[in-house]
């Protein structure tokens, strides 16, 4: 059997029968990844870079973005540039070795990912909701923790869950280690991601809201509705608005694979691995896309970005007079 006609191999367990995909969504899979990669390696790279040249831009919210656009520049190195030529070679050529190191780290990188994100919802949701005391927790120590918590905690769960005895079982195809894991810590772990993330923003729409009720009637004349509540800026607003895409990008970049594979499987239709491969390029868009939204929600990633990006200098003078750390629109 040629090397195109192998690549079934590993989902056999997961669709009934032989389940070969067309060459056509190999090739067209594989070359969304080659874009991605480079996208997010491009777009990440210049976002760390300005990070680390502007120090007015290392607030405590950039700083957690710092380390999820680390993670972003990992997963193309490391993990889609390698499922790309998967799908492009119509077999994984790197050994089993790279092969665990490659599922492992996604789960990590995901896991990761999604617990800094939740660290930003819980940041904003304080700095919001409770102003009055938000200098109690944004300091370094809070920080380093929040930063230890996201990239320890994944990193020591998922080693131990994916490096004990049978926990992959490889073949040879596109995907060639299939897992002999649990997913229920993986599912417990993603549902308090969500829950804490969801319900952080929610309370600081309400909030707003709420904000937003007691001006209207303050201007109207009712004295009874005035408050000494701090109301959110249309700054603040906007960048909120780009956080929770950033979160929902990664959630609704994950969520189609595993969720696609299971409908299929529960059919008993092969062909469903077509759709699965088509959908996996899914996972990696918020890599890609994060950086532009930093862009959008402040303007002083805005203009630091076009600074390197012309070729000006960057230590010569400010991007912004403004203290990005004084202001809570800072993203």
């Keep these: 059997m040629s090397n195109s006609m192998s690549t079934n191999v590993s989902y056999e367990d ?139 905690f994944p990193v020591a769960t998922q080693v131990y869950l994916h490096t004990r005895p049978n926990a992959f079982r490889y073949v040879e195809g596109i995907f060639p280690c299939v897992l002999n894991v649990s997913g229920v810590f993986t599912l417990a772990s993603l549902t308090v991601q969500i829950v804490l993330t969801v319900y952080s923003y929610l309370a600081v729409f309400l909030f707003i809201r709420r904000s937003r009720n007691r001006v209207q009637a303050h201007s109207a004349g009712d004295d009874t509705s005035t408050n000494n509540s701090k109301t959110p800026s249309l700054q603040e607003i906007r960048t909120l608005k780009v956080l929770m895409a950033v979160f929902l990008l990664i959630i609704f970049g994950y969520i189609p694979v595993p969720l696609v594979g299971s409908i299929f499987k529960a059919l008993g239709r092969p062909e469903g691995l077509a759709f699965l491969i088509l959908l996996h390029p899914a996972i990696h868009i918020g890599g890609a896309v994060n950086p532009i939204l930093y862009g959008i929600s402040n303007r002083n990633v805005r203009e630091s970005y076009r600074q390197i990006l012309t070729g000006q200098k960057i230590f010569g003078r400010p991007c912004c007079g403004v203290n990005a750390e004084s202001q809570v629109s800072a993203i």
Excluded at 53 to 68: A, E, G, P, S, W
Excluded at 79 to 94: A, E, I, M
Excluded at 96 to 111: D, Q, T
Aim: aromatic share 12%; glycine share 6%; proline share 3%.
């Design 14 to 152: 997961t669709f009934s029968g032989p389940a070969i995909p067309p060459g056509w969504v190999l090739t067209v899979t594989g070359l969304v990844e080659v874009f991605l990669t480079a996208s997010a390696i491009l777009g990440n790279l210049l976002f760390v870079t300005v990070f680390c040249l502007q120090k007015k831009l290392r607030t405590t919210i950039n700083t957690m973005l710092f380390n999820l656009s680390i993670t972003d520049l990992i997963s193309p190195i490391l993990v889609s540039s390698l499922t790309g030529d998967g799908f492009l070679k119509r077999l994984w050529r790197f050994g089993y070795s790279l092969c665990v190191i490659n599922k492992v780290l996604h789960r990590i990188l995901l896991e990761t990912s999604l617990w800094l994100t939740t660290c930003v919802a819980i940041n904003r949701y304080i700095c919001i909701v409770h102003h009055e005391k938000y200098h109690r927790f944004s300091n370094r120590k809070t920080l380093s923790f929040a930063l230890m918590f996201s990239w320890c």
